[in-house]
């Protein structure tokens, strides 16, 4: 344990005993909300009552009287508390709420959110993942647990949503616009998840919810850890004890949640001798997987008097993706000594035609990731008096990773040379599938081998290859906050904080070539080939045309010796791949509350300012002088490197309310976005050229190198957000608000269940961007004398020469409107009760220069078009709902070799998801609801692309439909 992670479990005793003892002595302060999150603590100190204000301002300013709370049941009541969450924030924000206990309304987190406005959803391996907003990708933006900010499993920032369970968040607030206080906060949005805190509940409440999960798709490949049937099963308990005064929640998440893939990827287009683009190659594979998930939470509230409350929340999410890829990877175009007899040319495309002489690699391939995510967090809030209150919370995140990803090889003979060659047929089809007929019968007749002859240049035969990347992310902040609050006056109250955090990441990888033994092909006894034992055939790529093919387990072939490990001499990647980032933050902040009017206009918000100043480093790897690239010689060295930064970043949010139901919200902050931890790297992939041994030109000298850069700084941006909001008054049958219950609650204090029409424009001017395939300079002193003679040495004629590798030299802006409409047809008229729908469309440009390059290119992770729609009803338990979400084709982030990310162009369109469900009210039966759903109905299928042309494909994937069919059982 650090010095760090001892402080705040000191911190935690000590203001456990404060909270028993010595705030006993304190005066008398307010009551309501008291038992909140630390978000409603700091609402307190702006809810107190202005004796001169006019009434329908005392309504607009949520004085602390003591409200009731909301009884959430259905998804009328999830839109409904959202829209109060919306209509109450100090910001401009989006949320979405729990229908009931431990039920988001989505599939999972990043479906739920994505619906929401501004926002999108990327899918990866079948299932929502990461976030757009504003259509700037996940790198942009940052994701909370209670206010603490969470760490990635990936090897950067990017949280991935499907490691949180959905069944364990009572809302999610979206912060648009950020304000000082929100410490954690993105370039582009701040997703902020809460868990449900037991002591705003007026009693106690459980929940278990079940479901049966499978795919249309039969399963397309067979072996250990995967299937086409899945379930969800979670529960979620609330209890308070001690006369309210101790409130504990527990929940926990067990999931096996499977996807069928079928995957191609074309390795490229070159031109044949016509000068037309064909396909060069692809890779194509049939995929089984399954994501199992074990998760914990835990929350303990305390508030044993007026003057003290005590959070800790515990989260633990243990998950195993595995992935059985079964397939054959096709040389086409760049095969060697590959014939092509060109068909149907279109528009300087080959649409089809017939390949001689092709040597396939049979693929039998295995790909799990196995991740840990641990949260902690320790909330205090003190209330001294009238006026004072202060915060002190810690907050610890954790998540490690770890990878295996085996490629296992068989064709009809080694190196090209030996064994049968094929005659292929190919169509490309207008879905962008590219369709396959190989003459030769791939389940007879094959040997493991290097058919393609890929390990001969680290004189191996390679039958196999091991990537196995580790990954560990660590992030601990501790933050103190005080607040004074003023009955009079235009400002509110004022808070003043400072946060001190460290955040730890590593990243290393095991490689290893798998052979068939025997030794280096230059020694003479390397195997060649050998059979294969306890495999049979199977049919995983007969969606493309092709039939059987040799199907086995490889690590029984491992095992059994036939498949024997041999270390990688270099890396695949083109740098030394492991590396280690840390950063120490030190962000002090202050904001004032506002809280007055302005004539007959209400006017409530806040101005502050964050100031963050961080210190970060990397560690990595270099080749040492005299190294040999071959024969197991290789040697690493250390290298390090970082730099320190402080930005200032002010903030501004006014929110003018005109009338009960129009309010017009205005923002403008500075925002960034912190580098990518992998181009953090300060690993360096050295190159030298004795041809400019004499030259005195950094760009033309001896030496040069490609890298990260360790001293990279965030990008920036000015971001200025306007809203104007009308709410629509109706019947808010869909909630209750129990006159038992004396806890605050967003829908009640809003006082109605009507729908709004929002819109909004957003610009985000962006300074600072990071160009990812930028050059700089760099002095290669240390290197020296890198075989260099003495002679050579004396004939050098710089040490200077230039890194190819991610600068700060980008500059440009992201610009968009949205519209948004959630109307309740009873509002239109009573005839359509039960009857609703949202709708909500962005459009977004953007526009990025980097230096050197006067040609604006888009934003990567931008949609220009965006749209989202519900319809849904909702009648005497009975609820019917169908969604669909639409994106344009934007320049997005897929997994590259060794889990690390490349850029390509994704396709747009439409998914289509729909649920239908009915809940006992009455009876034995009370409280039981009955769930079938339905997600990707339309089987959209997911495809990336090349040089602006759709038909240039290199990543292509169906997903086919997912059905669920579940219980669920509230407790009365």
Request: net charge negative; hydrophobic share 35%.
């Amino acid at each position: 344990m650090s010095r760090f992670e001892r402080n705040i479990l000191a911190m935690a005793i000590a203001t456990a005993c404060f909270g028993m003892g010595t705030v006993a002595v304190a005066g008398t302060a307010p009551t309501a909300n008291a038992a909140g999150s630390r978000q409603t603590a700091q609402d307190q100190g702006q809810d107190q009552s202005k004796p001169d204000a006019s009434d329908k301002d005392k309504d607009r300013r949520k004085e602390p009287k003591k409200l009731e709370g909301v009884e959430v049941n259905g998804f009328v009541s999830s839109i409904e508390n959202s829209t109060a969450l919306k209509r109450n924030a100090d910001t401009i924000v989006e949320a979405v709420s729990a229908e009931q206990i431990g039920k988001l309304p989505g599939v999972s987190i990043a479906d739920s959110l994505g619906r929401l406005p501004g926002l999108a959803v990327q899918t990866v391996s079948g299932r929502p993942q990461v976030l757009t907003i504003h259509g700037l990708g996940p790198d942009f933006s940052t994701a909370l647990v209670n206010g603490g900010e969470q760490v990635s499993t990936s090897n950067n920032r990017d949280v991935q949503y499907d490691q949180y369970p959905s069944s364990w968040f009572d809302n999610v607030e979206v912060h648009i616009s950020p304000e000082a206080r929100l410490v954690g906060q993105g370039l582009a949005g701040t997703v902020d998840m809460h868990t449900i805190r037991p002591l705003d509940k007026s009693g106690p409440e459980a929940a278990v919810n079940a479901r049966y999960i499978w795919n249309d798709m039969s399963q397309l490949a067979d072996g250990p850890g995967v299937s086409n049937k899945g379930y969800n099963l979670n529960g979620v308990w609330v209890h308070q004890f001690a006369d309210h005064t101790l409130g504990v929640t527990l929940g926990v998440d067990m999931e096996n949640n499977p996807s069928q893939i079928e995957h191609q990827a074309p390795w490229g287009y070159p031109a044949d001798a016509n000068g037309d683009a064909v396909v060069g190659g692809s890779k194509n594979y049939g995929i089984t997987d399954s994501m199992k998930r074990n998760g914990l939470l835990a929350t303990v509230q305390w508030q044993p008097n007026e003057h003290y409350t005590g959070i800790i929340d515990v989260t633990a999410d243990n998950f195993k993706e595995v992935q059985q890829a079964k397939g054959m990877e096709f040389p086409l175009f760049w095969g060697t000594n590959v014939t092509l007899d060109p068909g149907t040319v279109n528009r300087g495309f080959v649409e089809n035609g017939t390949y001689g002489n092709v040597k396939p690699i049979v693929r039998n391939d295995y790909n799990s990731t196995t991740a840990r995510v641990y949260n902690f967090n320790w909330d205090n809030q003190f209330t001294i008096n009238d006026n004072w209150t202060a915060d002190l919370d810690g907050n610890y995140s954790r998540a490690t990773r770890r990878d295996i990803n085996l490629e296992s090889y068989s064709g009809t003979g080694y190196n090209i040379g030996g064994g049968a060659s094929d005659t292929v047929g190919f169509d490309e089809r207008g879905n962008g599938l590219l369709y396959l007929d190989p003459s030769l019968d791939y389940g007879n007749g094959v040997v493991l081998t290097d058919p393609d002859g890929w390990g001969a240049g680290s004189d191996v035969v390679q039958a196999g290859f091991i990537n196995a990347p580790r990954t560990v992310d660590y992030l601990a902040n501790l933050r103190l906050s005080v607040q004074r609050s003023f009955l009079s006056g235009p400002i509110s109250s004022v808070e003043f904080g400072v946060v001190r955090g460290t955040r730890n990441k590593t990243y290393d990888i095991d490689q290893t070539f798998l052979t068939l033994g025997g030794g280096f092909i230059s020694g003479g006894g390397a195997v060649e080939t050998a059979p294969i034992t306890g495999g049979g055939t199977c049919d995983p790529l007969a969606w493309m045309g092709i039939g059987s093919q040799v199907c086995y387990n490889p690590f029984d072939l491992i095992d059994n010796g036939t498949l024997v490990g041999v270390p990688t001499f270099m890396s695949s990647l083109s740098l030394p791949p492991n590396w280690k980032v840390r950063e120490r933050d030190l962000t002090p902040y202050l904001q004032f509350n506002i809280d007055t009017s302005l004539g007959g206009v209400s006017l409530r918000g806040n101005v502050g300012i964050q100031v963050a100043h961080t210190s970060q480093t990397s560690q990595g790897e270099r080749v040492a002088p005299g190294s040999d690239l071959t024969g197991g010689h290789t040697q690493l060295v250390p290298v390090s490197g970082g730099t320190s930064f402080t930005r200032y970043l002010p903030s501004a949010n006014l929110i003018f309310g005109f009338t009960d139901n129009d309010d017009l919200r205005v923002s403008a902050a500075r925002t960034m976005a912190r580098p990518r931890m992998d181009q953090m790297n300060a690993s360096l992939a050295l190159h030298t050229d004795v041809d400019h041994l004499q030259s005195t030109d950094p760009n033309q000298s001896y030496f040069s190198a490609s890298g990260g850069n360790a001293k990279l700084l965030p990008t920036m941006a000015d971001n200025y957000n306007v809203s104007y909001e009308h709410y629509f008054s109706g019947d808010a049958s869909g909630y209750q608000c129990n006159s038992a219950d004396s806890k605050a609650s967003d829908l009640c204090r809003s006082g109605g269940g009507g729908g709004y029409v929002a819109v909004s424009g957003y610009f985000i001017s962006l300074r600072d961007y990071i160009n990812p395939n930028a050059a700089y300079l760099y002095d290669f002193s240390a290197f020296l004398p890198y075989n260099l003679s003495p002679s050579d040495l004396a004939q050098l004629g710089t040490t200077l020469g230039t890194i190819s590798g991610p600068t700060n030299d980008g500059h440009g802006y992201v610009k968009g409107a949205q519209l948004t409409l959630n109307l309740p047809f009873n509002l239109l008229t009573p005839a359509l009760d039960g009857f609703g729908t949202i709708l909500t469309g962005n459009r977004t440009k953007s526009s990025l220069v980097y230096a050197g390059n006067s040609s604006p290119i888009t934003v990567p992770g931008l949609s220009k078009w965006v749209a989202n729609g519900t319809l849904y009803y909702q009648h005497d338990g009975f609820e019917a709902r169908v969604s669909d979400s639409y994106r344009s084709d934007f320049l997005g982030e897929v997994s590259g070799i060794s889990a690390s990310r490349i850029e390509q162009t994704l396709r747009g369109g439409s998914t289509y998801d729909a649920q239908v469900s009915y809940t006992f009210n009455s009876g034995p039966l009370n409280g039981l609801t009955l769930i079938a759903q339905g997600s990707n109905l339309s089987n959209k299928i997911f495809t990336t692309y090349q040089n602006g042309d759709p038909r240039q494909v290199l990543t292509w994937e169906r997903y086919g439909r997912r059905y669920e069919v579940g219980v669920s059982y509230k407790f009365q």
